[in-house]
């Protein structure tokens, strides 16, 4: 079923209607429009005057063509001058920064403050009225608008890694500038250009209207209405043709804007509850049954339901943990969400889940079950802790007012002191030693493991006999991690929870589970008990699954050779963010990032970097590759090009553009002519394992690895020799993880590849890598100390001293 | 600390604002003595007046002379209507005022219910009908609404009498009653577009992962929007709200022509036709600083309804 897009279509018709209008206006008028007639005075609308005629007899129809004209032109005149300048300053500021953009956003602050129609008149008051001033003053008023989304628009898009990639490409600034980033905004800039034309357009007929604008005979809208004023009773078709001219092309134009700025939304489903399969009772002793459960989204494009749970069967015992174990997309978190009835209203469902009730003992269907049970059973009965603890909570109200609420819900009695105590007793429960100023705080007051405690509090509350916990660690550090999974062991086996763990982490499973299943896009591929399944797994995919998060020994393929020249130093690189401290002395900043950090890299070295997140590793990333922005102290000396691949495919890769534009843009900015750009590129999508029909592909259209071989491809071009692998397969399912770092291996045996690996997880680092290293963030200094001392005794690099040599930026071929 | 801050950035931005019109007013033909004396007057009766009025002294001294005046509450005299600008003001200014405190009254009252109704039940058909009339509203010009209105309230049913205007004095309930069908004019589409921008707000945090949790205690659909949605959209509501404010005072300004209304918007009209730019003057600088002030309460409560901003400024 093919949805209509209604604000297209009428959008459309009344821009359109109103366009005709105009158009015809400009060739042919059924009168003229100036003629006064003294016979036709205030003529009702007839066949030889369709709109009537107004207190001079001319006929309204050639008028309100003619004025519409003059109050459409100012308003796309104004929108061009305004919406150019306006996306010019926009550009500029969001891009530089810096105190111009401080003082020109200061400015378009003040102006935006005002309302426009308020200063167009303190504009006219004091340069007088007339058509020519209102479109300047109007122009101008415009400029503030568009430039301060442009600027945002861009902010927004600086921060994503396409363009510091397009920048590690080789563009130049105005490249980046009108080339990459500037399509991107396309969609933004075309609805704000069209609300600007409507404010314009009213803001034309308000101050025409007002006697301030076009000077009569000559007709505008606004003109007419003012003229109208005056026959309201003779002649109220006077009035009201020139104002529902204005409405249907305001309206049109606003309606257009509305469809281009709405995203593609998939298409309402019409609600289908599930069918109850005739209640079948549970089996005996499971606390939880589901049969067949399905969910599954409508597919606008494709025309077909897409399943993102399909035909899922499993029981829950009281008391045990369960774990789901998938990729992304598997449908896990679909399956929990379907328990607790929480899935998007445009889902489908199916199948059923059968309850054990805890007074009655009696099976309930909960996909079949009532909006009201649901909430009596969700948060008492079962409840859920979900992947992120930094957005979990409502970040405008104390923990307190949030814990409260579970009992005012579920009409938990008690006076105000008990509660609270209650409360204090759950926070101290979960390792929250501090409970009292826990509850006090705000949600932004809290590290996110605290939070992810508060969020496993919050459920055990009221003492659930099911726990859902969806990725209940993975946003958390490893220590946090392993904190999180004893506490929420502790717990089960103290109130005899039943957990269903979902996760894609296989060691967290095989810790706490005692039986498991494995879902692969949907489906249920395998289930058995945890030890089973991972001595003796009997599915190939639970086999991949396994294998990948083994993980291969790399080391052992990659060719390094010995006694090579040093092709990268670091030596005492200290990054600073923030303000500074204390005026006189130097490099007294609020925070440091990276204090001292030293390395050498040899030729054909594969060398890893290991850090926490917050240790400064995609800092020392950026700075290497000479795209850090801010306060650096220290020297980087490089021999070969760098390149550099990001950890997100999916914000480091232009989405405009098609791959084979990507991989030839590092050529066309060393200006490498059009054939041989061609050919490069092509050889590198086959070295990349992508086959030919791939070239022509948007960006979009490929999946996150396809993506990630892309952004190899790129980094690669142009004759690189070091490559930094900033956390290059943390976003990627296991096994695609292991098809990236195969690629890696290859095509640095290939090419006598350097690499300088960045990762948080020591399994990769210790696979992938010859000579590592770790980054710690600068309060920890021992680390840093020792590769200093090592620094010292290494021949080529530079002695150790107080003396900072200031950062001047790296060249991409630097010789020393 | 950050406030008095405020206080302080917005006494600049008015001071600014009242030096960049009172330079404008000098470098525009046609200064006070010409408009008082006319086209006919002699060139030596024009260089006496300058003299005495002193407009032959540098633009800074006599912006000095016009603060000092302003700051005791003179604006000089207007050249048409011959009496003090602050008298005439001060007949202008309650009706303006009660305009857009009775507009923005009705805003409110219409867009809360209807927001938050729509963004309940966001998709159904009480939805999707007050999502065209919100479009529809939102395009129809507030005068070209007060015309509508003046036909069909005033003309047709005759609720109204279009162009009468009854001031406080004379009889305080057939004022309001005369000031409400103005206020409606402005109210309407302001209001169309804040159950617009409340709605798209909440929808905004109903994707929300705190909004799950909510609803993983057990909390129902409706208390979760009162309750945890709500506190959040206000956030980025109370400054849309700023903004309709100052629209709504802005919209009086032509409103009141519609009516008859005798507020600052019909003198500053026919000032401006008249050249009498001590008014123009003055009246810039009132409005400028009811701007500024409403800027400044949407600042403070913005800070109330945001703990992550209070504690940034603490």
Known sequence: MKKINYNLLFGSIFTGAALLLVLVGLFYTPYDPEEMDAAAKNLAPSLSHLFGTDNYGRDLLSRVMVGART???????????????????????GYFGGWLDECIMRINDGILAFPSILLALAFVGMFGAGEK???????????????RVVRGEVLRQRELDYVTNAKLMGASTGRILFVHILPNLRRTLLVTMAIGFNNAVLAEAGLSYLGLGVQPPKASLGRMLQEAQSCLRLAPWYAIVPGVVIVVAVLGVALLAEAFSEEKSPARAAKKKGKSLAAGAAPAGSLLFAKNLRVSFPDARERMEKYAVNNVSFSLSPGEILGIVGESGSGKSMTAKAILGLLPESANVSGSILYCQKESGQAIDLLAAKEETMQKLRGADMAMVFQ??????????????????????HHVCGSRSLLRARLVRALREVELTDAEGVLRSYPHELSGGMRQRVMIAMAMLLRPRILLADEPTTALDAQTQEEILALLQKLQKEYGTAVVLISHNLSVIKKLCSRVLVLERGQLVEEGACEEIFRAPRQAFTRKLLQAAQ????????????????????????????????????LSYQKEVLGGFCMTVKKGEVYGILGRSGSGKSTLARCLCGVQRGRMAGRIQAQGRIGMVFQDPYSSLNPQKSVLWLLEEPLRNQGVCKKERREQALAMLAAIGLSEEYAGKNITQLSGGERQRVAIGIALMARTEILILDEPVSALDVTVQEQILALLTKLHNLWDLTYLLISHDESVIRRMTTNSSRVDAPQEEAEVKKTRKNVKNEKNSIYFSEKFYYYEGIKPESEE | MTILKKFLAMVGTVLLLSFLSFLA?????????????????TPEALLELREELGLNDPVLVRYARWLKGALQGDFGVSTRYRMPVSELLSQMLPNTLALALLSLLLVLVLAFPLGLLCARFEGSLFDRFFTWVNQTVMAVPSFFLGILISIFLGIVLRLFVPGRAVSWSENPAECLRYLFFPALAIALPKAAMSVRFLKSSLITEKNKDYVRTARGKGMSRTRVLLTQMLGNAMISVVTFLGVVAAEALAGSIVVEQVFGVNGLGRLLVASIANRDYNVVQAIILYLGIAVVLVNLLVDVLYRRLDPRVRRQAS
């Open chain 1, 71 to 93: 109050t459409f032109a100012t308003g796309i005149l104004t929108v061009l001058a305004g919406g150019i300048f306006g996306t010019l300053v926009g550009l500029l500021c």
């Open chain 2, 25 to 41: 007013f000098q470098v525009i033909p046609g200064d006070a003595a010409q408009v008082q004396l006319g086209t006919n007057a």
């Open chain 1, 133 to 147: 001033n209102i479109v300047l003053a109007l122009g101008i008023l415009f400029i503030p608008s568009i430039a």
């Open chain 1, 551 to 586: 993980g291969e020994d790399f080391t052992k393929r990659l060719l390094v050779p010995k006694d090579s020249p040093v092709v990268l130093t670091v030596s005492h690189l200290h990054v600073y963010y923030g303000k500074k401290t204390r005026l006189l002395r130097p």
């Open chain 1, 388 to 409: 992120e603890p930094m957005t979990s909570l409502n970040p405008v109200r104390r923990i307190e007012a949030q814990l409260m609420e579970v009992f005012r819900v």
